[in-house]
């Protein structure tokens, strides 16, 4: 949970932080695995990035933030995007936290709305692929 502390605490406050770090306790993530296809980008052994893909939606994107700008999230992004294609997905979603909305439009992602989960802000984000 790194990427969550360090990263998007420069945008939501420690309340949204503890809330999204609850969310994605090891229970949590394993809960999800049944409905979700799960990625992970490695580096010398050691898990770097993650990423999921649940139907239409692109869940869970994370890079350790020393690792950030190395082009592992596009990797996992393309990687993510070219399944979805091969499944006959014609668009996807993503929830963008605020820090993160600036990557998937660069990977050519749309904001559709924004969605509220208490103080913490989400875009929805899409793409034809």
């Given amino acids: 949970m790194q990427a969550v502390e360090e990263t998007n605490a420069k945008d ?3 309340s949204v932080i503890a809330e999204v770090i609850k969310n994605f306790s090891p229970e949590r993530v394993a809960e999800r695995l049944p409905t979700r296809q799960v990625f992970v980008a490695t580096e010398q052994g050691a898990v770097v990035g993650t990423g999921s893909l649940e139907g239409t939606t692109i869940r869970s994107v994370f890079v350790l933030p020393r690792f950030e700008r190395r ?3 596009r990797a996992l992004m393309d990687h993510i995007e ?12 993503v929830p963008s936290s605020i820090g993160a909305e600036g990557f998937y439009r660069r990977l050519g992602y749309v ?4 969605e509220h989960y208490g103080a913490e802000r989400t875009i929805l984000m899409g793409k034809a692929l």
């Fill in 12 to 14: 939501y406050p420690p």
């Fill in 71 to 73: 082009g592992i999230g």
């Fill in 82 to 93: 070219g399944l979805a294609r091969s499944a006959g997905v014609s668009r996807l979603e």
């Fill in 111 to 114: 904001a559709i709305r924004d």
